[in-house]
C-alpha cells in the first residue's frame, strides 16, 4: 500500500510542549490546504474527549489533546487519533481504554507485559489514518530514551520502527539542560532507534535566540541531528484547553488580588478533565484559584467548583481527609455557590454506590449532602456529544463521559436538558448544582449568564473563538522559526519521496 507522508514528535521528557506544537503544525498544514490528521498511538491522562468510532454510529473516548489537535486540522475526531488510552484510577494502575472503548483495567507492570498485543490495533488506526490524508502528524509519549520500557513498546521508538515513520526530537529549554537531554537521548537509544531520528527541535526558548546558535552547533555536532529550528515560548499555547495535570499550574487571566470572583477547585487525586474551567480561567474578572492537598480553601471564594473525577468515591474520601468537606459546608452557610461537574455531580449528592467496585474496592461512601440526590455507579458507561439547552432556553453544546446514574428530588431542578432528557439537579436556594454536561462553562451566554450573579458582565471574547485564534497564532509563528519545507522532506522519506 502506498504510504503518506508522516512524521513522529517525541520528546526528551515528559511536557516538553510536543502536544501544542503538533496542533500548531497541524493548523500550520491544514492551512495550506493539506489533509492533516493527527495521531497519538498511547496517551495517558484522565483528560478525555468524546469521538466518533469509524465505521460505526458510537462514540468512544481519546485523549483532550487529540481532540484539540483535529480540531486544529478542521475536521471531527475519531477514535482512530489515540487508540489507546490509559486512564489512572490508582496509583498503581489505569482503565484501558482501546479504540474508544473501556477493555479493562492493569496495573504498571501487568500493563507491560499487555501492550504488545495493542501494536497491531495501533497500526491499524494509522493505517485507516493516512489512507485519508495528505500528511499524518504523529506525537509520543512520554520520553523517547525510556530504554527500560522499549520492549514492546507501542508509544515512541516501537511505533515508529514498526510503521516506518520519521522522528523529530522535542526539546524543552525552559526546563534546563537542554544541550544533554538531546545528546544523552542520543547516547542511550539503539543504533535502530537512533536512525530514525531526522532532526530535533528547540522548544520554549526565551530571549535572543542568536545566544543559543553555539548550543546548536554543539547537539549537532555529538549527534549528527540537524536542527529544525528553535520555537519560542508560545504565550498563545495558555488559551488553549488544558491537556493534563501539569496545565493546573498555568496563571488564568486575573489574580485573586484583583479578581472580582475568586473560583476555588479542590485538586483531588484523579482529577478528570478540567479543561472545563478553561472558559472561566480566560474571563479577566474571574481568578481560578487550584487548591492543593494541605491548603485551605479561600474563605474569600465566591464560588467552588468540583470537578470530574476518575474515581468519585477515592476523591470523596481525599476531600474529607484534607478538610474541604468542612471547608465547603462553612462555605455554603456564609452564602457561597458551588458546582459539580460529572464526578464532582456525585459528590454533591448524599450518597455514591459503587455495588461491583468499578471504580475500585471501596463500595459506597457518603457525599456532601448539598443536593437531594444519590448515584448508584453502573457497568455501562455514557460517552456522547450532547446538545443541550437551559430550562431557560440557553443554548449548550458539549460532551458526558460517565458511569452511574442520579436520582432524587433535587433532580426535579434540572440543570439542563439534553438530547431531550432532564440532567443535573439544583438546590432549593439556587445556589449549589450539578450536571453530567461537560463544557458547560464554554457556553458563552451561559457563562455570562451566570457570571452575571456575581456582579461580572464577563468578556466579550467568544471562548470556542479565543481557542481557534490562539491556534492560528501558533501556526503563523511556527511558519517564521520551523524549516517547514524540510520538515515536509522528512515526511516523504517514508515514501520514498
Given at each position: ?55 460505526t454510529?458510537?462514540?468512544?473516548e ?70 485519508e ?36 526530537l ?6 534546563g ?13 539503539s ?10 527541535l ?62 476555588a ?5 484523579r ?71 460529572c ?9 455514591v ?17 448539598l ?16 446538545t ?40 432549593a ?28 458582565a ?33 515526511a ?6
Amino acid at each position: 500500500m502506498a504510504r503518506t507522508p508522516a512524521i513522529m514528535l517525541q520528546g526528551t521528557g515528559s511536557d516538553v510542549g510536543k502536544s501544542v506544537l503538533v496542533a500548531g503544525l497541524c493548523r500550520l498544514f491544514s492551512n495550506r490546504g493539506l489533509r492533516v490528521r493527527p495521531f497519538k498511538p498511547q496517551n495517558m491522562s484522565n483528560n478525555a474527549a468524546v469521538a466518533a468510532i469509524p465505521q460505526t454510529d458510537e462514540f468512544g473516548e481519546i485523549g483532550r489533546a487529540q481532540w484539540l489537535q483535529a480540531l486544529a486540522c478542521r475536521i471531527a475526531p475519531t477514535t482512530d487519533m489515540n487508540p489507546v488510552l490509559l486512564k489512572p484510577q490508582s496509583e498503581t494502575g489505569s482503565q484501558i481504554v482501546l479504540s474508544g472503548k473501556v477493555a479493562g483495567a492493569a496495573r504498571g507492570r501487568e500493563y507491560q507485559a499487555l501492550k504488545a498485543r495493542f501494536l497491531e490495533t495501533v497500526l491499524q488506526s494509522f493505517a485507516r489514518l493516512e489512507a485519508e490524508a495528505d500528511l499524518v502528524l504523529v506525537e509520543g509519549a512520554g520520553s523517547a530514551a525510556e530504554v527500560n520500557l522499549r520492549r514492546n513498546d507501542i508509544a515512541n521508538m516501537g511505533f515508529a520502527t514498526a510503521a516506518n515513520v520519521p522522528v523529530l526530537l522535542v526539546g524543552d529549554i525552559d526546563r534546563g539542560g537542554v544541550i544533554a537531554s538531546l545528546v544523552g537521548t542520543h547516547a542511550i537509544l539503539s543504533e535502530t532507534d537512533r536512525e530514525m531520528v531526522a532532526g530535533y527541535l528547540i522548544n520554549r526558548f526565551r530571549g535572543d535566540v542568536t545566544l543559543f546558535d553555539e548550543g546548536l552547533e554543539v547537539i549537532t555536532r555529538f549527534t549528527g541531528w540537524p536542527s529544525l529550528g528553535v520555537v519560542p515560548y508560545l504565550a498563545a499555547a495558555s488559551r488553549l484547553p488544558a491537556e493534563d495535570s501539569v496545565a493546573l499550574e498555568r496563571p488564568g487571566a486575573a489574580s485573586a488580588k484583583t479578581a472580582k470572583l475568586t473560583v476555588a477547585v479542590p485538586i483531588v487525586g484523579r482529577i478528570a478533565n478540567f479543561d472545563d474551567l478553561d472558559p472561566l480561567k480566560a474571563e479577566p474578572d474571574v481568578a481560578v484559584v487550584f487548591v492543593r492537598p494541605g491548603e485551605p480553601i479561600p474563605a474569600d471564594a465566591g464560588l467552588i467548583v468540583l470537578p470530574g473525577s476518575k474515581s468519585t468515591i477515592g476523591d470523596l474520601k481525599g476531600l474529607r481527609a484534607n478538610g474541604w468537606d468542612r471547608d465547603i459546608a462553612a462555605h455554603v452557610a456564609r452564602g457561597g455557590h458551588v458546582v459539580g461537574l460529572c464526578g464532582g455531580y456525585q459528590m454533591l449528592g448524599r450518597m455514591v454506590e459503587d455495588p461491583d467496585g468499578i471504580e475500585g474496592e471501596e463500595l459506597e461512601a457518603p457525599g456532601l449532602g448539598l443536593l437531594d440526590v444519590e448515584t448508584v455507579m453502573q457497568a455501562q458507561k455514557t460517552v456522547r456529544p450532547s446538545t443541550a439547552a437551559t430550562p431557560g432556553g440557553l443554548r449548550l453544546e458539549g460532551y458526558e463521559i460517565h458511569l452511574g446514574r442520579t436520582s432524587g428530588p433535587d433532580c426535579s431542578r434540572p440543570v439542563a436538558v439534553l438530547d431531550g432528557a432532564p440532567d443535573g439537579a439544583t438546590s432549593a436556594d439556587g445556589r449549589v448544582f450539578g450536571t453530567y454536561l461537560h463544557g458547560l462553562f464554554g457556553a458563552d451566554e451561559f457563562r455570562r449568564a451566570y457570571l452575571s450573579r456575581f456582579g461580572i458582565a464577563g468578556s466579550g471574547t467568544g471562548y470556542g473563538r479565543s481557542v481557534e485564534a490562539a491556534l492560528d497564532e501558533i501556526a503563523a509563528r511556527l511558519e517564521d522559526v520551523v524549516d517547514v519545507e524540510r520538515l515536509m522532506e522528512i515526511a516523504r522519506r517514508r515514501c520514498g519521496g
